[in-house]
Every structure is written in structure tokens, then in C-alpha cells.
């Protein structure tokens, strides 16, 4: 089953000739049809266009042979994209009915850049609409489930390229984070997932949800497939006025150095105060102590709660979207505003009311204060740490439906994730366990632009450990 090899063992396998392209495509394309219709993984496939990119791909591995990667690191690598980047002649809804039937005139930067290094597009997964969700069940189309169990969410709101990359349907995906939606999905799904650094990644032709965290980034089988995708996707981008100017590691080769021998790696007191779920607590403690063994120091540091990162977060959020999809008016695209699910339209209202003449100081601009306390905290921190870990989810995946009950189930399960997102720094979660048959996620931060240190760390701790090679059993 060639459509379980990681990202570099594709690659090894194209080039000594193995298998071709035609065959790796194929083989996801059968994973797809034989379990999809209980994941619910994909909106849309582009099965016709993949199997003519991958004959292409084939042709030049024939002529240039394993070259050929020099100039197209990814050739030949079929892989899943979340239904929000838009994607040149390819649906892309964001998963609202909205955006039902829109095909965009123009690449986003991430696909573009995957596309020119030769990556092939599998098709558009499922998400929660407009990635209002983190669950995957908002989605005005269908819900996703958990490859570990179909009863289970896949978290959300890239649940739809988690479940994807979980269940082998591709070799890598895209997904993008607001606060937890990489992370989380890759933590229930028991897959790795990095989001960047704000700025680190163009934002360019990804349909906006909260333009001041909005963060591109890969969901993967392994760190090193993580690494090798951020090479190929973060720097600067003239279309993006957001994205950084400041130059990019060769994380993929840089990973590979030094261990992790007098690295400081900070345990904040109030990550754990929180209500955990107990096989969640023993995982991350027991991944603490590999990081020990591996000769990391391990530093008890005191961070503001997390908790007070949700109610900034819920006002930045909704003010943000309620900004943002006022533009999907009906006339210039998309079909009009009584096509907006409940969720959008609660986060627009609750949005527009914050922004509100009245009441804009009395939130927003108060929460853009704590914002700014929130990100001072970590820089003081990063002073006296190198990383910061902890759990990614307070739980493991929760039941289909469970998102009904709390107006508030984003913002709760994404707890841990929030801080970060909204300081804008860069963040991993690897799988770390199981607990109660369901995958555990630890979560390793570190400060802005320093994604090497977290990618070096993810991977030292994937060489001692095989968390991340214990696949689902698909039934």
C-alpha cells in the first residue's frame, strides 16, 4: 500500500523507480474509494487532472531521473487541500453554501508553490464553513469522522485533510490554523501538524476567517515531512502585506542537527491547572520525561491561564469574520447572504456587535489590550526557555454531537492552542499515545520564527518513539 509512505519515503520510492506516480495517485484514489464513504473526507476530487499531472510527472522522472527533485522537490507527490485556498478552475466553497459552485480565476500562494514543485491535487476536503468550528460539523455539507472511530469528530476545522492524511488517502495536506485548527484536528487524528508563525506563510488566496492569526500550514504523517513542506511554502510574498520579510531556515536540513542536550523546555504551571482529561495528563507527562531522557532540561515556568485567552480570542475572532464576510455580498461572487449557516451568522452578529459604536471599547479594544499582555507573557518567557510543551487537547476526540451542547465548543476545546495564536507564534502538535483506543496530541511551542527549534525537537522525539507510526484500523 504505497499510499501509506510519508512524503520522503514516496520520494525515494519515485526515484529508484519502485513505483511511478501514475501508481501512487492510483493507490490514494482506491484508499478513497474504499473508506471515504464513512470519513467524508472530501468535498470535491480532481481525479482526471491529478492522473494527467501525474503522467506528466513521470515523464520527466524518466528523463531526468531522481534530478528531476532538485528542481521539483515534491514531483510526483499527490497530496489534499483544504477546501478554503482557492484553487485556479477547482471548486472552492470553504465548505458554506455560499461559495457552492464558485471556481476561482487564481492559485493561492501556498498551492501555487506546491504546484510548482510538482505536488499533485488529490481534490478539496471537508472543513467546518468558513472554518467557523473545531469539529468539522459545521460544514453546510456533510460531516467528517475520525478514521480512529467513525462515532468521533476529527476536530476541526481542517478535520477534513486530518482525517485525509490519517486514513491514507494522501500523502500530506494542507490545512490552516486561526487558533487550533491544525493542531487539533492533528492531535485527534493522531498526525502531525505545525502551524507556523504568523507572517511565516502567505495568506495570499486562503479564504479569510481572522486575518490577524489566519496561518497556512502542512498536516503530515512526521515531523521531516513537515520540515521538507515548510521549505517549500514559507517566505515572503509581494501579494501578502502580512507575510514576513525576514529570511527562512532550510528547516528540513537544520532539523536534522544537534539534539537536544541543555535545551530548556518550559512546563507552564496553568497548562496542566486546567480541567484535563487523565490519559491526556499521563501522555504529555510521559512525553516530558522522554524529552528528560533525551537531555532536554525541563523548566516549571508560570504562563497566564489559557483561559483568559478565550474571551480575547471569541471577540478578536468574531469582529474579524463579521469584517471579513461582509464582502460575500452575492453580487461580485457567491450566491447571497440567506445562504449563511447559523454559526456564521451568530459570529457575525456577536462580531458586529463588539465592533459597535458603544461598545467597541468596552471589547474590542479591551481585548486587543489582554492581547497584548498575552503576547509580552510569552516573550518574557522565551527569555528564560527555549520551547514550551504541553497537551494540545484537554481531551481525546469527542462524539459526533457533542458540539451541539456548548455554544462555546471551539473556544473550549481549543483552549491550549488560543495563547499561541494569538501571540502569533509558531507551534507543532506530534501524537504522543493512546488513551482509551484514542490518539493523544503534545504540543511544542516555541518563539516567533523559530520553527526549526520545534521541528528539531518533534523529530528527535519521533526517532525514540513509533506514536506516530500506530495507524487506525479502518473497517
Not at 49 to 67: P, V, Y
Not at 138 to 161: A, E, I, L, M, R
Not at 200 to 207: A, E, F, N, Q, T
Request: charged share 25%; aromatic share 8%; proline share 4%.
Amino acid at each position: 500500500m504505497i499510499n501509506t509512505l510519508t512524503i520522503l519515503e514516496a520520494i525515494e520510492g519515485l526515484k529508484t523507480k519502485k513505483f511511478s506516480s501514475v501508481d501512487l495517485v492510483n493507490s490514494c484514489y482506491t484508499q478513497i474509494d474504499k473508506y471515504d464513504s464513512k470519513i467524508k473526507a472530501f468535498v470535491t476530487l480532481t481525479k482526471e487532472s491529478a492522473l494527467e499531472s501525474a503522467k506528466k510527472a513521470d515523464q520527466i522522472l524518466a528523463e531526468k531521473g531522481a534530478d528531476a527533485f532538485s528542481e521539483f522537490p515534491l514531483l510526483g507527490i499527490p497530496y489534499a487541500c483544504k477546501d478554503n485556498y482557492n484553487t485556479e478552475g477547482v471548486q472552492t466553497t470553504a465548505s458554506s453554501n455560499v461559495l457552492k459552485g464558485y471556481i476561482p480565476p487564481y492559485e493561492s500562494t501556498v498551492t501555487k508553490r506546491l504546484k510548482d514543485a510538482g505536488a499533485i491535487l488529490l481534490g478539496k476536503t471537508n472543513m467546518d464553513a468558513f472554518a467557523h468550528g473545531s469539529s468539522t460539523e459545521t460544514s453546510d455539507f456533510f460531516k467528517t469522522t475520525n478514521p480512529w472511530n467513525y462515532k468521533k469528530v476529527p476536530g476541526g476545522s481542517s478535520g477534513g485533510s486530518a482525517a485525509a492524511v490519517a486514513a491514507d488517502m494522501c500523502i500530506f495536506a494542507t490545512g490552516s490554523e486561526t487558533a487550533g485548527s491544525i493542531r487539533g484536528p492533528a492531535a485527534w487524528c493522531g498526525i502531525t501538524g505545525i502551524k507556523p508563525t504568523y507572517g511565516r506563510v502567505s495568506r495570499y488566496g486562503l479564504i479569510a476567517m481572522a486575518s490577524s492569526t489566519d496561518s497556512p500550514g502542512p498536516l503530515v504523517k512526521n515531523a521531516l515531512d513537515a520540515g521538507y513542506i515548510l521549505n517549500i511554502i514559507a517566505g515572503k510574498d509581494p501579494f501578502d502585506a502580512t507575510s514576513s520579510p525576514l529570511p527562512t531556515d532550510d528547516y528540513y536540513k537544520l532539523m536534522q542537527q544537534g539534539d537536544l542536550k541543555g535545551v530548556r523546555i518550559g512546563k507552564p504551571r496553568s497548562y496542566f491547572e486546567i480541567e484535563l482529561e487523565s490519559g491526556v495528563r499521563e501522555r504529555t507527562e510521559e512525553a516530558i520525561e522522554t524529552f528528560k531522557e533525551l537531555g532536554a532540561q525541563i523548566v516549571d515556568m508560570d504562563l497566564l491561564s489559557p483561559k483568559y485567552s478565550i474571551a480575547v480570542y471569541t471577540i478578536l475572532q468574531r469582529s474579524e469574520v463579521s469584517s471579513n464576510l461582509a464582502r460575500l455580498d452575492g453580487i461580485r461572487y457567491g450566491n447571497d447572504r440567506t445562504n449563511f449557516g447559523f454559526e456564521a451568522k451568530k459570529r457575525m452578529m456577536l462580531g458586529a456587535y463588539a465592533l459597535s459604536a458603544g461598545y467597541y471599547d468596552q471589547y474590542y479594544a479591551k481585548a486587543q489590550k489582554v492581547r497584548t499582555e498575552i503576547v509580552n507573557d510569552f516573550k518574557k518567557a522565551f527569555n528564560d526557555v527555549d520551547l514550551i510543551v504541553g497537551p494540545t487537547m484537554p481531551c481525546v476526540a469527542m462524539d459526533l454531537g457533542e458540539s451541539d451542547k456548548s455554544p462555546m465548543f471551539g473556544e473550549l476545546m481549543d483552549v491550549l492552542a488560543e495563547p499561541s495564536s494569538i501571540a502569533g507564534i509558531n507551534g507543532i502538535s506530534i501524537p504522543c499515545g493512546l488513551s482509551g483506543g484514542m490518539p493523544v496530541g503534545l504540543q511544542i511551542m516555541a518563539n516567533m520564527f523559530e520553527e526549526t527549534k520545534i521541528l528539531r525537537a518533534a523529530n528527535r522525539f519521533q526517532q525514540v518513539t513509533n506514536y506516530h507510526k500506530v495507524k487506525a484500523e479502518l473497517k
